[in-house]
């Protein structure tokens, strides 16, 4: 009992009731297509009534902050721990957000930088110390037996270079009971009357004692009394009227000895650019003063602090210097510094130290080297996003967690996807359970237990097809012993695969050149990118693909066909943009950031639909027109909406302490339209009915109406026929979004000569909707345009007419070009480390 997660009757989405077993302490891959109920289970039932059920465990008080958790829709879990979710959701939008402060280490250089740092004057650069009584009585000791010298003279600075006759401040000292005075470098005494100029800057030491060294308590209440009156300074002298008098400051607070600048207490917040002690006061911390135009701020240079924080210095490294540096050179910086400190310095940053370098190894064992932690993080990938989150759970040391993740290895070359496995391993030595979303076959290889849905997606998914240990069932499937039939498996022992175009498209001769490409860590780059092909940009993580694709050919190429006559950004020249009409870049960003946005409004198929209805004689005798059924017109217009939620079938409640709730709305029950308007109806089903079919079952709900299944049908070739026609946007993954995007592009017949540059178009699908995606991508180019992907999938990878091979490592070591052709010439080059994955797949 205790070492198996018990779940029974999952009715949640498209899961039609079911139930399983799944071992604790173990790896366990959840595969299947695309919307066939993975992350239905794995995140909105297993996960979330983990964290319901621990959030229930805490007090009312705590639990009025973190609002009330819906029960899935599952008759009951056994066994369950508190679930940690890592999925691929961006980290940040905040610019405030670094690489740095999302995996804390940033707080512990803090830390460090406020403990062990040398501070160093802003103004000249002088080093300045803070020291206490003993420490500058011990100094003079010291400085004595070093020039053999037995008496010593304690000065007190009470005036430094201010002008006036300061009668009065001498006359006080006299009365104080000392006799002699140095002014401007020359010795009085007291008792005589001294006359200054008033409008000269002066320098006064007042004589506080001329002592033998060996008398230490003297020399202890004389150095007591010149830091009282000098308010935390002495001046000490060696051979007094001697010429080659030996003269030094010292100091009790942060204050420069040259030009007296006094420098902020030294703690933790002085390095926060997120407070106002430490932020740059010009643009309050964030590096730009403008975050639109992203114009860099004059006063710290984008560097965020203010200049006292950049004059401590921890092995002549400021914070930020270090902050720039790359993972795996910061690694380096902490190894070398960790060796070089004395023992006092040893118990001090210890314990941080440990944190800091514990934390980077765990990012490095990621794939993540070549990140820098000043890189803010609304510039991550999804990738990138969920395994710096991974680092983060791997810091925390925790033991008999259950975390779920949704495709690890998304942005992952296979080289690093071996490194990545590893890391989800040593979780589950820790005595975790992982329940991992993956479509990879390395991870699902070196998965424990294995859980396959299907058979296919939406209503046609959602029972279990495969369950079972993995290694066991892919034994099985491959002596054709398996009991169901089991798509994920048949790939993964290649009964089925996804085929290898029998020829390469190699006979147009039109190219875009890109000369000098220099973005982020390109260097310089000249490459040759042929058009009307299927061409892939491959290459370990951080290599540069994205800086090539997106920063220079997409920026640039935007600017030259909106005829803006700028110098191109981070390239020289860019040739053969005539050939090309437009640049179109489908990414896996939302289709919409409102829950109004569905799959019908943004391919354009509800405009088809309402017209549809308003020629249906109901229509015509009411006198309605396409716009009474629209969601998002109002009454007064002629629209045909519920007045009580908007249209939006629910209304948001304001919870004064509490997050806002979404409920159903009490006049239309979630139907978003008014009684009349649903009145009107086509083969017994009114508009609200319609929004609720999935796509395939308004293919043939609309037989013959080809203006409508036209657009539809484009939709079920990228393998979308289980989602709702009027789903939220919302609720759509990533993949989901990028093909809907891709299918409108489809929709519209926008003549030839279009680019369509997509990242990593294979997240979060299975092998199946691999060969319905390439199906897509090879319609497109037959219409004379050209695709280019960024990808690490050797499925795509192998099916490509001409792949761009970047490297050799990420980061600084990466923007190169390795090899280039097609994917028989890669896998004869004997740099490119995609070839060596891409042979067995060829």
Not at 196 to 225: M, T
Not at 300 to 324: D, T, Y
């Amino acid at each position: 009992m205790e070492d198996k997660i018990i779940i029974k009757g999952v009715k949640v989405h498209n899961l039609k009731n079911i139930s399983l077993e799944i071992p604790k302490n173990k790896m366990i891959v959840f595969t299947g297509v695309s919307g066939s109920g993975k992350s239905s289970l794995a995140f909105d039932t297993i996960f979330a009534e983990g964290q319901r059920r621990y959030i229930e465990s805490l007090s009312p008080y705590a639990r009025q902050f973190l609002g009330q958790m819906d029960r899935p829709d599952v008759d009951e879990i056994i066994g369950l721990s508190p679930a940690i979710a890592i999925d691929q959701r961006a980290l940040s939008h905040n610019p405030r957000s670094t690489v740095g402060t999302l995996t804390e280490i940033y707080d512990y250089l803090r830390v460090l930088y406020s403990r062990l740092g040398e501070v160093y004057c802003p103004n000249d650069g002088v080093k300045i110390e803070k020291l206490s009584l003993e420490e500058m009585v011990d100094i003079i000791t010291e400085k004595a037996k070093e020039i053999k010298e037995k008496n010593v003279s304690i000065l007190s600075p009470v005036v430094r270079g201010r002008k006036g006759e300061y009668y009065q401040l001498l006359y006080d000292f006299l009365s104080l009971g000392y006799s002699e005075v140095r002014i401007d470098g020359k010795y009085h005494s007291l008792h005589e009357k001294l006359v200054l100029s008033r409008y000269k800057s002066h320098d006064i030491d007042i004589v506080i004692d001329r002592i033998l060294v060996s008398d230490q308590s003297r020399l202890f209440e004389a150095v007591e009394n010149a830091l009282n009156h000098g308010k935390g300074l002495i001046n000490v002298v060696f051979k007094e009227k001697d010429k080659n008098s030996e003269e030094f400051m010292l100091s009790s607070k942060w204050t420069c000895p040259k030009d007296n600048f006094v420098f902020p207490e030294v703690e933790p917040r002085l390095f926060s650019f997120n407070s106002p002690y430490g932020a740059c006061p010009t643009c309050h911390g964030l590096g730009k003063v403008d975050l639109f135009l992203q114009t860099i701020c004059s006063d710290c240079q984008g560097k965020r602090l203010k200049p006292e924080a950049l004059s401590v210095k921890i092995n002549n490294k400021n914070i930020q210097e270090l902050s720039a540096l790359t993972i795996d050179k910061t690694y380096d910086f902490f190894k070398a510094y960790e060796e070089k400190l004395n023992n006092r310095q040893k118990a001090i940053g210890q314990n941080v130290l440990k944190e800091i370098k514990d934390r980077l190894s765990f990012l490095l064992e990621v794939g993540l080297s070549y990140l820098s932690l000043d890189r803010e993080a609304e510039t991550l990938s999804g990738g990138e996003a969920q395994r710096i989150r991974l680092a983060s759970q791997i810091g925390t040391r925790l033991s008999g967690a259950l975390y779920v993740l949704d495709e690890p290895t998304i942005g992952l070359h296979e080289r690093d996807t071996v490194k990545l496995v590893e890391t989800l391993k040593s979780l589950v030595e820790q005595k975790n359970t992982l329940i991992v979303v993956e479509h990879d076959e390395k991870t699902i290889e070196a998965s424990d237990y294995f859980v396959d849905l299907g058979p296919m997606a939406g209503n046609n998914g959602g029972e279990i097809v495969a369950i079972g240990e993995t290694a066991k069932l892919l034994k099985e499937a491959k002596n054709n012993k398996q009991v169901k039939k089991s798509l994920t498996l048949d790939y993964l022992v290649g009964k089925k695969e996804i085929k290898i175009p029998e020829n390469r498209r190699t006979k147009i001769n039109e190219k875009i050149t890109i000369v000098g490409a220099r973005a982020n860590n390109l260097k310089n780059l000249e490459v040759d990118i042929p058009l009307r092909k299927f061409v892939v940009v491959t290459g370990v993580s951080g290599s540069g693909k994205s800086s090539l694709i997106y920063d220079v050919l997409y920026k640039n190429l935007n600017k030259i066909k909106a005829r803006i006559n700028e110098p191109l950004d981070k390239a020289s020249k860019i040739l053969g943009a005539e050939y090309l009409n437009k640049v179109v870049m489908v990414d896996q960003s939302p289709i919409g950031r409102s829950p109004r946005s569905n799959p019908a409004t943004y391919t354009g198929i509800f405009t088809p639909i309402r017209e549809f209805f308003s020629s249906l004689e109901e229509s015509r005798a009411r006198g309605y027109s396409s716009s009474r059924f629209s969601f998002n017109v109002s009454a007064s217009k002629g629209g045909g909406r519920c007045e009580a939620c908007d249209g939006a079938g629910f209304n948001l409640i304001e919870m004064h302490f509490l997050p806002p709730v979404l409920v159903e709305c009490d006049v239309c029950h979630g139907k978003r339209f008014n009684r009349e308007t649903l009145a009107v109806k086509h083969k017994n089903k009114n508009i609200s009915q319609v929004l609720e079919m999935t796509i395939d079952e308004a293919v043939e709900f609309f037989e013959g109406l080809y203006t409508i299944t036209d657009k539809l049908k484009v939709l079920q070739e990228v393998g979308l026929g289980y989602l709702q026609l009027g789903q939220s946007a919302t609720t759509l993954s990533g993949g989901e979004a990028q093909r809907i995007k891709l299918s409108r592009e489809l929709t519209h017949p926008l003549g030839k000569r279009v680019l369509y540059l997509l990242d990593e178009p294979t997240v979060g699908l299975h092998y199946y909707d691999i060969e319905m995606l390439l199906k897509v991508l090879n319609k497109l180019v037959e219409r004379g345009h050209t695709v280019i992907t960024i990808e690490h999938n050797m499925q795509i990878i192998k099916s490509a007419d001409y792949i761009i091979d970047l490297g050799p490592e990420g980061g600084e070591a990466g923007g190169k070009i390795i090899a280039k052709g097609t994917p028989e010439e890669i896998v004869q080059s004997k740099k490119s480390q995609t070839g060596v994955y891409l042979k067995k797949y060829l």
